[in-house]
């Protein structure tokens, strides 16, 4: 059993004292004369992380375990392996891959809750770096045989390339979370998503149809309707006066990475998917320029979050608590008796000073 002191962000509040955990959280207590120099806060929540250190989702095994490994040392407890299009046998021994990472034992990564399958269901004028792979006219049988296993947890689809519409609600029944992006689709044919069954939007603002005040589209619909989005706050996908914008309109807007396999590396060349891209010291981006993906890391995302005037609690529930009730976890993104132990310690100037997976100490990584 381990027991950590300090300031201590709870599922009702901050609260000075103790907390016992081993793979679970066995105690919290008030206790007085504890300093408050240590921060201990839910480990973080991606929802969407194609790589890092190098390693790509799509590239098998070892490379999952490898990029888990690496964005555990940035705070991450747990994510999403998420995949680039591809044809749809590759894809689903992807989907093979990522569930046996998911059944692994800890091993000092962050946990693999699944997958985020974003693509090839996605509008070819809006891909952004996603490689055109040919499809059906109606890929909706394609859709329900990929997501056939429970591992998929989320999918990225932009309505207009799917005709039976009622593909939304079955994926919908079976718990997954259907999300909107890479689309073109109007703010009409968005409202009309989420009627049919969608709950999300996919990295809001970056490759959907913009806000028009005429013409409102998907960002338009997600503004008035959405409870939840995923965004993410690298500062250079999205401007911070429109991330502003976004906290204030989607009450549960909560940020990924969209890390690529190039976050944690030098300047260079790397795979995205079957796709080659450069990074630069903002991101990542293709040949023509087209951004594709970032190199953001969670414990980078918390920092930025703060630096647009997001305060403490406000921000780390948009990097633990949004993101696992949108998932339907009750026992992770929050500290409480029960829980995962999956928890970070910040020291007296912010930094990362420990992070716990599932109980398991992870040394955190500087750069
Ligand atoms: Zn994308």
Same mark, same amino acid.
């Given at each position: 059993? @381990?027991?950590?002191?300090? /300031?201590?962000?709870?599922?009702q509040g ?8 081993d ?5 919290? #207590? ?19 992380v ?29 994510l ?47 891909? =952004? ?11 909706? /049988?394609?859709?329900?045989?990929l ?41 009409? #044919?968005? @409202?009309? &998503? ?5 709950? =999300? ?8 149809? %913009? ?8 960002? =338009? ?5 959405? #409870? ?20 204030? &309109? ?8 969209? &890390? ?7 300047? %260079? ?23 594709a ?21 406000? &921000? ?21 008796? =029960? ?29």
């Open positions: 059993m @381990t027991t950590l002191q300090g /300031r201590i962000l709870t599922a901050w609260m000075t004292g103790a907390i016992s955990f793979r679970h959280i066995h105690s919290m #207590e008030r206790r007085m004369g504890v300093s408050d120099a240590k921060t201990i806060i839910p480990g973080f929540i991606d929802l969407h194609h790589g890092g250190q190098g390693a790509d989702v799509m590239e098998g095994l070892q490379a999952i375990g490898q990029l888990a490994r690496w964005h555990a040392g940035h705070g991450t407890t747990s999403l392996a998420t995949t680039m299009s591809a044809s749809v046998p590759e894809l689903k021994q992807v989907l093979s891959n990522i569930h046996e990472a998911s059944q692994m034992p800890h091993a000092g990564g962050a946990r693999v809750l699944g997958a985020h399958l974003e693509g090839p269901f996605i509008n070819r004028n809006k891909r =952004g770096a996603h490689p055109l792979i040919p499809m059906n006219e109606d890929p909706s /049988r394609d859709i329900l045989d997501c056939d296993s429970d591992i998929v947890r989320v999918i990225t689809l932009a309505p207009e390339t799917i005709q039976n519409r009622s593909v939304l609600n079955k994926l919908a029944s079976r718990g997954i979370r259907v999300q909107l992006g890479h689309s073109t689709s109007s703010y009409e #044919e968005a @409202t009309a &998503a989420l009627q049919q069954g969608a709950s =999300g939007f996919t990295h809001l603002f970056n490759a959907m149809s %913009g806000l028009h005040h005429r013409d409102p589209g998907m960002v =338009g619909a997600a503004f008035a309707q959405a #409870e939840y989005a995923e965004i993410i706050p690298d500062l250079f996908h999205v401007h911070r006066g429109a991330m502003l914008a976004a906290f204030r &309109a989607i009450p549960k807007l909560y940020c990924v990475t969209d &890390a690529s396999a190039a976050s944690g590396m030098p300047d %260079g060349t790397y795979p995205l998917g079957c796709q080659k891209v450069f990074k630069c010291p903002n991101g990542v981006c293709l040949e023509d320029g087209t951004i993906g970032s190199i953001l890391t969670m414990d980078q995302a918390l920092k930025n979050l703060l630096e647009i005037g997001l305060d403490l609690e406000d &921000a780390i529930r948009r990097l633990s608590l949004y993101p696992a009730e949108y998932l339907g976890l009750k026992d992770r993104g929050r500290l409480q008796v =029960g829980a995962f132990a999956d928890l970070i310690v910040l020291d007296a100037n912010g930094q990362l000073e420990q992070v716990y997976g599932e109980g398991v100490a992870i040394e955190p990584s500087h750069g």
